[in-house]
């Protein structure tokens, strides 16, 4: 199978599928103008009534012009059901659409038509046997065949000039519209100056010759006909106006004279058609009709390109009377805008003939509220208003547009003049700061001279560090965009003032702890200055070059005062043993300053610093004690610890955090009885020299110990042994269960971690809670609930003296 159509075609084909394309204008043509139209079907018989269900794919149609008759243009369209065919061959040659439409009628049914521009070929072939072929719609036709929508066919619409013919205007009008029960088509832009040899012709598909339901076909309100071949009642019936040919199955290519039914001075027309039952659809309308009036067209010729800043335009211009039939009188009116805006105005100065011309060059001023890039538009017969006063053929192509930039002066602050105080050595100028806030995108460059601004010649290298060569002195600044540029100037002068003198001092050396805060004293002073130092002076601190802390004067420091600044440093431990620490006055910690002072070189101070260290701490033993209640018991921190310190000197402090170790805060205070309060627990110890300090840290445990369990007793009430008190027992192991059994083996007391210790009174048996127990010996069993240690059991004596 061919390939039908290309993407391009496909793409377009579908977005009008389903919607057709309305009827509309596509050429006017203005002079002694008048058409044809040749086709034929490819329908073997009318559709419906037993015809055969088949579709020829190629016809031929005669075309028979008079020797005066010069084709000026012609169109070639076929069409048919089903989605189409857009490879077919006119002659042998082979023709593809420059447009395509479509219809859809239901879920199943669709149509298309096609046209392509032929005017080279057909005045080539001339009047001869024109052959349609490769409308191949077989495979598909079957489909529309049991309900009468079944066709194809194909039509030249061939537009010539005749000199015998009077000066008309000929509209050619295309599309694809439906007539389902009714549809309106106004045409437009119409010029009736006659109705004599007014007409108006067609080229519709599928109308069926025996369908004439309620078919009629009206023009401003009246219905025409063309009878026999085409009446009243049954507009489209397979007829050709131009052969008389009344077997044109399934498509009509008529016209009508409607003389009697357009007016002189009308503009456009209402085509009305209705059908009850017939499928018909409109591809192409043609109007002829009687016309003489001009067409005023315009062109932009050339624009001379404005200097810099220039708002004006000279620009020369020509206005035409092309595709005309009248002369386009003198004194018509020329508008010229800058988009919308109305910047100028010219009439014709001679009357144009038919196909004449006029040019003639204008000035014009461009406001100041239009953009320097903007269209430049001329506008034939437009009084400035977009109203003209000449009834012309097309009113729609009076107008033509140029795109125009003019050339932009750069915009930029005026410079400010620059003073510098004079101090010790050379007064340097940042010339860039005469232009604060100018726009980035400006190429600038400063100049000694004139001259050298104005030709761009010799700027001064660095204006960011310039010498002056005399005092005052005159800079000259270019600012160039990419259109211009613009030369301005300021000065530059060195002044008597008074100035301040910031100086700063170190101690040197300075001998800091690695990894330790470094401390030390600056100082800045203003001794030689003749203006107080403003508070806020920057300080910038360098360590071996990098930049490392910034800080600023707290206050104004007056001529010949100074002030000292306590100043602490983490430092970086990457830093060497020894390192040059540099103190800059005046620096924000970039090298700027901020500050013009009496002397800009000597705002520096350098000392060294030398990190200094204490030997490491040996590992310090952990200490171990006896549980006194509750996980604590008390320990002397210092008898292990202090004698593996002593050769270290300097200062030994104890302490229960590593933080508190480290700032030197909130040290133990009783060190030889320091109860813990966790288990275990970590003791920090800081040994501090003179310049450094380390820290070792041990571990205080307390464990359970076996209880002492004494003898005897002696309850007396003379505070002596009055209790069987067991030694390391309460609160230490507080599940334990002490039983105290008599001599017989009967249980007398219970005692628990809540009971405390037995003060000799009985809580079990007979005698319980009464009084003390008779002197004597006494059995105990001791149950600790410890995992760690065994039942204790024993004896002892309670005696009463």
């Known amino acids: 199978m ?58 031929s149609a005669d075309l028979l012009l008079e020797p005066d008759q010069v084709v000026i243009n012609a169109l070639l369209y076929w069409a048919g059901s089903g989605s189409g065919d857009f490879d077919v061959e006119l002659n042998g040659i082979e023709i593809r659409p420059d447009r395509t439409f479509a219809l859809e009628l239901d879920d199943v049914r669709s149509f298309f038509a096609a046209v392509t521009d032929i005017t080279e070929l ?16 077989s495979e598909i036709i079957d489909t ?79 219905v025409i006909s063309n009878p026999p071949l085409n009446p009243a009642d049954n507009a489209f019936n397979s007829t050709n106006s131009f052969t008389g040919s009344d077997v044109l199955y399934n498509m009509d290519i008529d016209f009508y004279s409607i ?37 005023a067209t315009a062109t932009i010729d050339s624009v001379v390109d404005p200097a810099c800043g220039v708002r004006q335009l000279e620009v020369d211009f020509t206005i035409y009377n092309l595709n005309s039939t009248d002369v386009l009188p003198a004194g018509t009116p020329i508008a010229f805008y800058a988009d919308a805006v109305l910047i100028g105005s010219a009439v014709t100065l001679t009357e144009l003939p038919i196909e004449g011309q006029e040019s003639q060059s204008i000035v014009l001023n461009i406001p100041e509220a239009v953009p320097n890039e903007f269209n430049l538009r001329i506008v034939a017969d437009d009084t400035g208003s977009g109203v003209g006063i000449v009834s012309e053929l097309n009113e729609l192509n009076n107008e033509a547009e140029l795109p125009i930039r003019l050339l932009k002066v750069p915009e930029f602050p005026t410079p400010q003049n620059l003073e510098r105080c004079d101090a010790v050595g050379d007064e340097r100028f940042d010339l860039n700061t005469a232009l604060p806030g100018i726009d980035d995108t400006l190429v600038v460059t400063f100049h000694e001279s004139e001259a050298d601004a104005n030709t761009g010649e010799n700027p001064i290298a660095d204006p960011s560090d310039y010498l002056p060569i005399s005092n005052p002195q005159t800079i000259y600044v270019r600012v160039a965009n990419s259109d211009c540029f613009s030369v301005d100037f300021f000065e530059i002068e060195v002044i008597m003032c008074p100035l301040p003198d910031a100086t700063v001092e170190l101690p040197d050396p300075i001998i800091a702890c690695r990894g330790r805060v470094l401390t030390f004293e600056l100082s800045v002073a203003n001794t030689d200055g003749t203006a107080p130092l403003a508070a806020g002076t920057p300080i910038a601190l360098y360590a071996d070059g990098s930049f490392i802390l910034g800080l600023d004067t707290p206050a104004e420091i007056p001529v010949g005062g100074f002030i000292d600044l306590d100043v602490s440093l983490i430092l970086d431990p990457e830093l060497p043993d020894s390192f040059s620490l540099l103190a800059v006055v005046d620096d924000l910690g970039d090298g700027n300053s901020i500050i013009e002072e009496l002397d800009e070189t000597n705002n520096t101070f350098k000392a060294n610093v030398n990190f200094q260290s204490i030997p490491q701490l040996p590992e310090l033993p952990d200490q171990l004690a006896c549980d006194e209640g509750f996980d604590s018991a008390e320990f002397d921190l210092t008898q292990e610890v202090e004698p593996l310190l002593q050769e270290f000197g300097g200062t030994i402090r104890y302490y229960t955090s590593a933080s508190d170790a480290l700032i030197g805060i909130s040290p133990i205070v009783n060190t030889q009885r320091f109860n813990n309060t966790q288990n275990p627990q970590e003791i920090f110890v800081r040994v501090d020299n003179e310049i450094c300090f380390d820290i070792a840290s041990f571990t205080v445990r307390v464990e359970n110990c076996p209880p002492l369990i004494p003898q005897g007793f002696s309850p007396n009430a003379d505070g002596i042994n009055d209790t069987f008190e067991i030694q390391g027992l309460l609160d230490i192991f507080p599940d334990h269960r002490l039983e105290i059994y008599s001599r017989l083996g009967n249980l007398i007391f219970v005692g628990t971690n809540q009971t405390g210790h037995w003060n000799g009174v009985p809580n079990r048996g007979l005698a319980r809670g009464e009084k003390v127990v008779p002197p ?18 024993g ?5 009463r003296d």
């Open 2 to 59: 061919k390939l039908k159509f290309t993407l391009g075609l496909f793409l377009l084909f579908w977005y009008c599928l389903g919607f057709g394309q309305e009827v509309s204008l596509l050429n006017q043509f203005n002079g002694r103008f008048d058409y044809t139209a040749i086709g034929n079907t490819l329908n073997t018989a009318e559709n419906g009534g037993g015809a055969p269900c088949e579709i020829l794919t190629s016809s």
């Open 122 to 137: 057909v005045q080539t072939i001339g009047s001869d046997t024109y052959t349609l072929s490769e409308l191949d719609l």
């Open 144 to 222: 529309y065949c049991p309900t009468g929508t079944n066709f194809a066919g194909w039509s030249i619409v061939i537009v010539y000039e005749d000199p015998d013919l009077p000066l008309n205007q000929l509209n050619v009008y295309e599309g694809l519209e439906r007539v389902p029960e009714t549809i309106s088509i106004e045409l437009e832009s119409l010029n009736v100056l006659d109705d004599e040899g007014a007409k108006i012709g067609f080229l519709a598909w599928e109308g069926d010759a025996a369908l004439s339901v309620t078919e009629t076909l009206t023009i401003n309100g009246d």
């Open 259 to 295: 003389e009697d039914n357009i007016e002189p001075g009308d503009t456009s027309a209402v085509i009305q058609l209705t059908s009850g039952q017939d499928f018909v659809m409109i591809n192409n309308i043609v109007t002829v009709l009687n016309s003489q009036l001009p067409d």
């Open 776 to 793: 004597g010996v006494y059995y105990y069993v001791l149950f600790l609930a410890d995992e760690n240690f065994d039942t204790f059991s």
């Open 795 to 799: 004896w002892l004596y309670l005696n």
